[in-house]
């Protein structure tokens, strides 16, 4: 089990975090930049000493500020892959893998090199110099340095980010993989909630150097617990005023305009969250459109077709987004310029703190 | 835009000719057979050597102990850093007969550790490397402190997460990673002690083949002979030429891995 505590300022971010991570886990660190994702990676690997904290990985103890301790990052043992992947320019690819491999003959360690690299399928390149390689090239071979010595616990950096999206795919798989193979903790950094969701058993939401919300990622897009988490799992959010009305229910009166009702209690100014394939749309003099509570006339800004889905841009004013199929973008004949109706129900509306560590709903009655 | 670019042309050209000019002189007003004549004479081919020996002797010694400080200056931050940057930089800017005052009133006999050194210093060979070594290490410190400071911090960070501790970082990561900036400066380095007089005739003085090298022995020769002190000079151009372009050709051919990103 990987435990990393620490209490840091780090120019104008105060970090105070606290995480555990099991051995053959991975905790995805998932936020925007500068929100202290890599800082803690840092502070595991003893790259960063912070004012106050304890990193611990199973029995070993590698910092405990109180305590005095502070094992060197040599020592610790970390696999870090880095976000450019930091190899080594003026050494080969296989002798990038061999760098960790001290106290073997030269022979033994090129022949282990080479065994790490072939695992990666890479074999033929180990005498490539890491500038004439590929991206995902060279994350294998970033990958197969950090695995080289049988790492206590893995830290990842954003590594997909450096690679092309059609190679992204496949290496992400590739990681997956191998975080589970190698059996040990591993913390992942990343801005982007899906590859959170895709190489994270768990995800910790990042931000300002504090974690709002760990959970699963499904739990996390289900039940964001702040405005921020919900904008960050890809729901649209929009700003309004809440006051209680009959029923148990709330009213939203929405910045710039609209009304929308949610089951969730609130007063005063709040986020509300809904998911872009929660919302239906419906031509603007249609009949009542069933059983939803909340209806609002938009404007088409865009339509942008994802996969077999299309994204519908709307404007409410406050933009949101629609995502509808193929064929119901047809039907309704939209495109940039028309007028429609967006509704959703109440039960899919969620009414969240404005900022971060603000309390919402029950409390708020 | 075309004014300008025959502003740049003509300050080029300007310079140029400017610069190279009395080194073309040199050539121009020296025979082959003058200068060939010139080596032979009594004293040259001494000059010759003691300056190749003595210069090599203190760059040895500046990068041995030049290499490691200037990498504690570029990794380390602590009180009186900017302190002692400015220490090891003033001999750059310290004129030579000042250096030689220095080095006499330091190391000379009535000097501050005349009593333990003098004598086996001033007027002998080890007098002239002591001038060369503080005039030209800080042209390499400064270089060499400079190219620790443009490395990729994330190489070092990924070495010491490798298991390899400061030293081995040190020795198998910053050093090959630097090494262009390095030769850059054990060239600038190199140079200087070659060129320097001042201090080196005020501390070791000039007598053949114990401590009179080229610049010296140019400067003998200039007031009897200027034939054969354009023919030194001539031998002192072409070796430091060399010199220069022999680094460039290291560093450009990526013999240390041209590391530079």
Redesign the interface.
């Given at each position: 089990m990987l435990r990393v505590e620490a209490r840091a300022t780090l120019g104008a971010l105060a970090l105070d975090v606290a995480l555990t991570v099991d051995a053959g886990r991975c905790l995805a660190l998932a936020g925007p930049s500068g929100a202290g994702k890599t800082s803690i990676l840092r502070v595991a690997a003893g790259l960063l000493q912070p004012e106050a904290g304890v990193v611990a990985c199973g029995e070993e103890v590698w910092l405990d500020t109180a305590r005095g301790i502070d094992v060197p990052p040599e020592r610790r043992g970390c696999g870090y892959v880095f976000q450019e992947y930091a190899l080594f320019g003026h050494l080969r690819a296989w002798q990038n893998v061999a760098y960790p491999l001290t106290g073997l003959p030269r022979r033994a360690r090129r022949e282990r090199a080479q065994e790490l690299l072939e695992r990666f399928g890479i074999g033929a390149l180990a005498d490539a110099r890491p500038r004439t390689l590929s991206g995902g090239e060279r994350q294998r071979v970033a990958l197969a340095r950090a695995l080289a010595r049988g790492p206590r616990a893995l830290l990842l950096d954003e590594p997909l980010s450096a690679l092309d999206a059609r190679t992204r795919a496949a290496a992400g798989r590739e990681l997956g993989d191998v975080l589970r193979a190698a059996g040990v903790p591993a913390l992942l950094v990343t801005h982007d909630f899906t590859e959170a969701a895709l190489l994270g058993d768990e995800v910790a939401v990042v931000d300002g150097g504090r974690i709002v919300q760990r959970g699963d990622a499904a739990r996390l897009a289900a039940e964001p617990a702040s405005a921020f988490v919900a904008d960050f799992t890809g729901a649209v959010v929009l700003t309004g005023v809440a006051h209680p009305i009959a029923g148990s229910a709330t009213q939203v009166e929405l910045d710039g305009g609209g009304v929308v009702t949610a089951l969730d209690r609130a007063t005063g100014p709040v986020a509300v969250s809904v998911y872009p394939w929660e919302i239906a749309l419906a031509p603007e003099h249609a009949a009542d459109p069933g059983s939803t509570r909340n209806h609002l006339t938009v404007e088409v800004v865009s339509i942008t077709a994802v996969g077999n889905r299309v994204r519908v841009g709307l404007a409410a004013p406050q933009p949101l987004t629609a995502e509808l199929s193929d064929a119901a973008v047809r039907e309704l004949e939209l495109r940039p310029g028309s007028r429609a109706v967006a509704s959703w129900k109440a039960a899919a509306t969620r009414l969240l703190p404005l900022t971060a560590h603000q309390t919402v709903s029950d409390k708020a009655s | 835009m075309r004014p300008f670019a025959l502003v740049l042309g003509g300050s080029l050209a300007i310079s140029l000719l400017f610069l190279t000019l009395p080194v073309a002189a040199i050539f121009l007003d020296t025979s082959p057979a003058e200068l060939w004549q010139s080596l032979g004479e009594e004293g040259a081919l001494d000059a010759l050597r003691l300056s190749l020996v003595c210069s090599t002797t203190s760059l040895a010694l500046v990068v041995l102990f030049g290499t490691p400080s200037a990498w504690l200056l570029a990794t380390r931050r602590f009180r009186g850093r900017a302190l002692v940057i400015t220490l090891v930089e003033l001999p750059l800017v310290l004129p030579p007969a000042v250096a030689g005052i220095g080095l006499l009133a330091a190391l000379g006999p009535q000097g501050v550790f005349g009593g333990a050194i003098g004598d086996r210093l001033v007027l002998t060979t080890a007098g002239v490397v002591c001038a060369l070594t503080f005039v030209s290490a800080p042209f390499y410190m400064r270089q060499a402190q400079a190219a620790f400071e443009a490395l990729?911090q994330?190489?070092l960070?990924?070495?010491?997460?490798?298991?390899?501790?400061e030293a081995r970082t040190f020795a198998?990561?910053a050093i090959?990673?630097a090494?262009p900036g390095l030769l850059a400066g054990i060239a600038l380095a190199w140079g200087r002690a070659l060129g320097e007089f001042g201090a080196t005739l005020m501390f070791a003085g000039s007598f053949r083949g114990i401590t009179q090298t080229v610049p010296l022995a140019i400067y003998e020769r200039f007031g009897t002979d200027f034939t054969s002190a354009l023919a030194l000079s001539a031998v002192l151009v072409g070796v430091s030429a060399a010199l220069l372009l022999s680094v460039k050709l290291l560093s450009g051919a990526g013999w240390?891995?041209?590391?530079a990103?």
């Open positions: - | 990729d994330t190489w960070d990924a070495s010491r997460t490798l298991g390899a501790t198998r990561i090959p990673a090494g240390l891995g041209g590391a990103r």
